[in-house]
């Protein structure tokens, strides 16, 4: 059963514009939910993280969206750049509970054209 | 920051040896590690935790027995692939979790022939 559910699998942004990849989960437990970018042969890089008590956070050009009674996030990328082209997952983890690991999404490829 | 420095990022190993990836702390303790294995195209899948001083907690379906974690000392946790094969071919990444979050290595990607 998964338990981070994320959506598009694949998404094609002209520069520019504004990508936006959701994600759902299930355990209400969760109290840390991150979005990771990964460039193919590299670790995932943390872009930026939020706790269920905020509804959203920025960071730049990136803003996490938090709706805790839908159990759903969402990252949003504004302006999208040629370079912002990666895979984007979604994480979530009981950070408070120690020694408990991050449960991805399946992840999402973003294509920005130029 | 907090940093973890994994080695090696690249390896090919014969079918039927075994091959060892190192995870490093560098700057903190880490007290726990997460050993990560992801299929391209695919998402990472927790394999195993591993605690300093103790045995490892593997996800079900991790064969514990190929897939030997030590994790020895609070800035080192190794991964052993034993009796490699080529369904072992993937991209290993470790992950420690700290006070601002979660660190991760820069993954390793192995190769078996």
């Known amino acids: 059963q998964q338990q981070v559910k994320q959506s598009p699998q694949s998404l094609i942004v002209q520069k520019g514009g504004i990508s936006i990849i959701n994600c759902a989960y299930e355990?209400?437990?969760?109290?840390?939910f991150p979005w990771y970018q990964q460039f193919p042969g590299k670790g995932p890089a943390l872009l930026i993280a939020i706790r269920p008590d905020v509804s959203e956070k920025k960071e730049g050009r990136f803003t996490i969206s938090f709706n805790k009674s839908a159990k759903q996030f969402s990252l949003h990328i504004m302006d999208s750049q040629p370079g912002d082209s990666a895979t984007y997952f979604c994480?979530?983890?009981?950070?408070?509970?120690?020694?408990?690991?991050?449960?991805f999404g399946k992840g999402t490829t973003l294509s920005v054209s130029s | 920051g907090a940093v973890v420095s994994q080695h090696p990022s690249w390896v090919i190993c014969k079918s039927g040896t075994s091959v060892k990836i190192e995870c490093r702390s560098l700057?903190?303790?880490?007290?726990?590690m997460f050993w990560y294995r992801q299929f391209p195209k695919q998402s990472l899948m927790l394999m195993a935790t591993?605690?300093?001083?103790?045995?490892?907690?593997?996800e079900q379906g991790v064969e514990k027995d190929k897939f030997l974690i030590n994790h020895a000392s609070l800035t080192l946790s190794t991964l052993t692939v034993t009796s490699a094969h080529p369904e072992d071919s993937s991209f290993y990444i470790c992950?420690?979790?700290?006070?601002?979050?979660?660190?991760f290595g820069s993954g390793t990607r192995l190769t078996v022939v």
């Open positions: 700057d903190f303790q880490a007290t726990t």
């Open positions: 994480a979530a983890s009981r950070k408070s509970q120690a020694g408990t690991a991050l449960i």
């Open positions: 591993s605690n300093e001083g103790s045995k490892a907690t593997y």
């Open positions: 355990n209400t437990a969760f109290d840390y």
């Open positions: 992950s420690a979790p700290g006070y601002y979050g979660y660190t």
